[in-house]
């Protein structure tokens, strides 16, 4: 299965006792199936994910499963910091007919994550999985980054399919390219630095601001890949200044109002993260104004 394509990683709508809205989150995927993305990821850092607990997690795949329009890839986050319960949390996933686990790097005890101890990490939960994994490089988030020499050391196993890297870094891109080979399948997770890095050989991307603009982020890919290099960046500009607003200044709070306004069900992120305060309401409404074909903003 070719991982081309915009894929969004879901938020999780909370209800007011705090508790997973399902029937917000499955009224947001019914939404999704009507847009050009090609998948979706649960559980990812755009997710909530350190803030759930398993069960919930669990929930929440089932949900999306269950919702999801056929030919839509899932793909379900099941990185933990132990080897043994990144398999467990992969094998579930499988058994709920998702497509891919995407497997975050280990952090806890980030000094000792060497590549020897991060590929073994891989590996074993590559061998243990009936469905193939995809790698994951937060390094915002992990304080370290998944370089060129371990992609080189497991991109030959059969079960390893690719990699989402988030750091933005266009050379590293370049340089995982090279390593991971043909059949090595890159997908970047900074919108800020999409049409660059699919220049460098990137096949897709997995981009919070898909959640509130889809149909822009997959206009850019489609563009791309029809060879129109000035449309592509010229569509690359118009998304810039909307990913740093609701991603990178805002974050999840940004990006969960962000989708109350376009329709979508957001609401509040789970402590200890706070809601947008009224100023960066203000900005958000200014920065998708005019970008989104979806409902008109509402207040």
């Known amino acids: 299965m070719k991982l081309q394509g915009i894929f969004a990683p879901l938020t999780v709508p909370f209800a007011t006792d705090g508790s997973v809205d399902h029937a917000s989150l499955r009224a947001n995927v019914e939404r999704y199936n009507r847009t050009p993305l090609h998948g979706y990821v649960l559980n990812g850092s ?17 949900t999306a499963k269950s919702a999801a329009a056929p030919g839509k890839v899932l793909i379900a986050g ?45 590996l074993r939960v590559a061998d243990a999985s009936k469905i193939p994994i995809l790698l994951y490089s937060i390094p915002i988030f992990t304080g370290y980054a998944v370089e060129a020499p371990l992609v080189a050391r497991v991109a030959n196993h059969p079960n390893i399919t690719g990699l989402k890297d988030s750091s933005g870094n266009v050379p590293r891109i370049a340089e995982i390219v090279a390593a991971g080979g043909p059949r090595f399948q890159v997908l970047v997770g900074s919108a800020a630095t999409l049409e660059p890095s699919l220049e460098k050989g990137a096949t897709g991307a997995i981009l919070a601001v898909a959640c509130a603009l889809p149909d822009l982020c997959c206009e850019l890919f489609a563009t791309h890949n029809l060879g129109d290099a000035a449309r592509a960046k010229s569509i690359q500009e118009k998304l810039r200044a909307p990913s740093d607003i609701l991603v990178s200044k805002n974050g999840i709070p940004g990006l969960k109002y962000a989708l109350d ?25 200014e920065a998708i104004a005019g970008l989104a074909i979806a409902a008109p903003i509402r207040n």
Do not use: Q
């Open 46 to 62: 755009t997710g909530e994910s350190v803030l759930l607990r398993w069960d919930e997690i669990y929930g929440i795949w089932e």
């Open 261 to 285: 306004c376009l329709g979508y069900v957001g609401g509040p992120p789970r402590p200890p993260l706070l809601p947008a305060g009224n100023a960066a309401k203000k900005e958000i409404e």
């Open 78 to 122: 099941t990185g933990a910091e132990s080897t043994s319960e990144t398999i467990a949390h992969t094998a579930r996933a499988a058994a709920l007919g998702y497509d891919y686990a995407l497997v975050r790097t280990p952090s806890y005890f980030k000094p000792l994550m060497t590549v020897e101890a991060e590929a073994e990490h891989f």
